[in-house]
Each structure stands twice: as structure tokens, then as C-alpha cells.
């Protein structure tokens, strides 16, 4: 049972370059979302889904998109990085009402 | 829109000493409630959660934490503190479950623990 798993550990991207940061739950999860975090800024809601095929916004949406084609799978897309988006990046999941969230290990990402 | 404050930023504590981490939520209904730690480096681990019924949470590691409607607290508290606790802690609200739609945590900014030898 591998939990919530992210991948790349660490990426460096140019500013304008896209990427795909990874994330896969074999818990069966229904719900994942991600976050961002950020010195002094506790960690922010980027996007969520509630199900396959529904995706919703968080607090700090912009840049980011994603997309929720099986239950496993909530990959988030940076179309165009900018070097605000440096930060650590960590996916969660949880099974329904009354589960707290498993993290993932994280995505630390710098863009020059 | 939810909110949550942890008034500390830091908080240095001697080991064997007990802990109480403060935390404040902005909410029009009883959120959930969670405590998370991170170690450096590290993802999120959860400690504790509270849902409904009894104030009164018993987490892992030996920690505790009491919700206080009135005073829209959830303080988390821990008797003696060891040199391992020395980590990140998040408070994080989620709005109560409305038959879909909204979802994910709102987190406070985190106090960091220092564990005095």
C-alpha cells in the first residue's frame, strides 16, 4: 500500500516551460486536491476533485490546471511557469465523510 | 470565507515541559477540524482530527486537543514533550460535509516547535 504518491521529487523549470507534476492514490480515494506551500504561508488550496471527471478551484487557481480522468490519477498542469509558482507542492486524498486527508511527500519545484 | 490563525509563529519549549499550540477558526458553521505535523523535508502527518461528539481529541505521539465552540478554538496540547517533536504544526479547517461540492483544507500559516534540551 504506497499511500499518495508524487512524482518528481524535484523539478527545475525555465520560466515559460510546462510540466505535469504527478500524483496517484491506490486507497481508492474519492477525493484529491492540491496544495502549494509557501514560507510563512502555510500551505493553499490549488485545485480539488471530488470524483473522476470532477475538478474544482481552490483559493490560488491561477496558472494551474487539472484534470481527474480515473479515481487514481490527479495531475497538475503548469502551462506556462513562472517563477511565482516556486514552491513545494503536495497532493492529498481521503476516502469521504469523516477521513482526514493523506499527503503526499511533495513536489519541490523552482523556476528561473 | 473560512480562516484560520496560529497566533505563534514559534514557540520554544523545554523538554519534559508540557505544550499547548493555540489555533482559531473564522467559520459560520463547526468546520472539521485537523492538526497536522511536519517534520523538515518532509509531507504532512495527521495527528488528530475532530468531526463531532466528545471536545475532547486523542491523537497519535501523545497528543490531545479540545475544541471550544464558544471561544472558536482547537488548541492542541501534549503533557511532556519529547526532542522528536520538534517539527512544523498546521491547524486546518474543512467545511462539513454538504452533499458535494465544496472540498480541501484551509490551513493556518503553521507554528514551529523548538524543543529546549
Known amino acids: 500500500n504506497a499511500g499518495v504518491t508524487q512524482t518528481p521529487k524535484f523539478q527545475v523549470l525555465k520560466t515559460g516551460q510546462s510540466m505535469t507534476l504527478q500524483c496517484a492514490q491506490d486507497?481508492?480515494?474519492?477525493?484529491m486536491s492540491w496544495y502549494r506551500q509557501d514560507p510563512g504561508m502555510g500551505l493553499r488550496l490549488i485545485h480539488y476533485?471530488?470524483?473522476?471527471?470532477?475538478?474544482d478551484q481552490g483559493e490560488v487557481p491561477n496558472g494551474y490546471n487539472v484534470s481527474r480522468s480515473t479515481t487514481e490519477d490527479f495531475p497538475l498542469r503548469l502551462l506556462s511557469a513562472a517563477p511565482s509558482q516556486t514552491s513545494v507542492y503536495f497532493c492529498a486524498s481521503r476516502y469521504g465523510q469523516g477521513g482526514g486527508y493523506t499527503f503526499g511527500s511533495g513536489t519541490r519545484l523552482t523556476v528561473v | 470565507a473560512q480562516s484560520v490563525t496560529q497566533p505563534d509563529i514559534h514557540i520554544t519549549v523545554s523538554e519534559g515541559a508540557s505544550l499547548e499550540l493555540r489555533c482559531n477558526y473564522s467559520?459560520?458553521?463547526?468546520?472539521?477540524l485537523f492538526w497536522y505535523v511536519q517534520s523538515p523535508g518532509q509531507g504532512l502527518q495527521l495527528l488528530l482530527k475532530y468531526f463531532s461528539g466528545d471536545t475532547l481529541v486523542q491523537g497519535i505521539k501523545g497528543f490531545e486537543a479540545e475544541f471550544k465552540r464558544s471561544q472558536s478554538s482547537f488548541n492542541l496540547r501534549k503533557p511532556s514533550v519529547h526532542w522528536s517533536d520538534a517539527a512544523e504544526y498546521f491547524c486546518?479547517?474543512?467545511?462539513?460535509?454538504?452533499?458535494?461540492?465544496?472540498?480541501?483544507?484551509?490551513f493556518g500559516k503553521g507554528t514551529h516547535l523548538i524543543i529546549q534540551p
Open positions: 486507497m481508492n480515494h474519492e477525493y
Open positions: 476533485s471530488v470524483g473522476a471527471g470532477i475538478t
Open positions: 486546518a479547517v474543512q467545511a462539513p460535509y454538504s452533499g458535494g461540492g465544496a472540498d480541501g483544507l484551509t
Open positions: 467559520y459560520g458553521a463547526t468546520p472539521y
